[in-house]
């Protein structure tokens, strides 16, 4: 093999290895404090219906509503923002899965930072909280 040929080999394998690591990197970051879905248990209200949600797409969002009871919270894992939006860009986050539900139905929405979700018969205020 020409030197050249290895040389245009070996730059490339490295692109290869560095856009695979770039992608991997922000699930690592973790910088200041951790973010949560929380699920409160409120009564009846205009709400989306999340009976159905995908556990792939809405990973904050089902966690958070399957460790909720009728007395206290629920509580999803926690989520570290990254450095200047860098992680945001590349990861799925709380945030994304909140603007997700809003976008549902308006009649939901409370506030920029809440939604109301229904699954089967009991009603959920989700937020974010820090």
């Keep these: 093999m ?3 040929t290895k040389l245009v080999s070996v730059a490339i ?3 290869v290895v560095l856009l695979l690591a770039l992608g991997a ?3 690592f970051i973790k910088a200041g404090d951790p973010y949560y879905m929380t699920a409160t248990p409120v009564e009846e209200h205009a709400a ?3 009976t159905d949600l995908d556990e792939r797409r809405f990973p904050y969002t089902t966690a958070a509503i399957d460790s909720a009871t009728t007395a206290q919270p629920g509580e999803s ?3 570290w923002k990254g450095y200047v939006g860098f992680k945001e860009a590349f990861t ?3 945030f994304d899965e909140l603007t997700a539900l809003q976008q549902r139905s308006t009649a939901a929405v409370d506030g920029p930072e809440a939604v109301y ?3 089967g018969d009991t009603h959920y205020r989700l937020t ?3």
Excluded: D, K
């Design 13 to 15: 394998l490295a692109i």
């Design 25 to 27: 990197l922000p699930g």
């Design 117 to 119: 979700v229904r699954v």
């Design 77 to 79: 894992g926690p989520y």
């Design 128 to 130: 974010i909280e820090q």
């Design 92 to 94: 799925h986050s709380p």
């Design 48 to 50: 989306v219906n999340a």
């Design 2 to 4: 020409r030197r050249r």
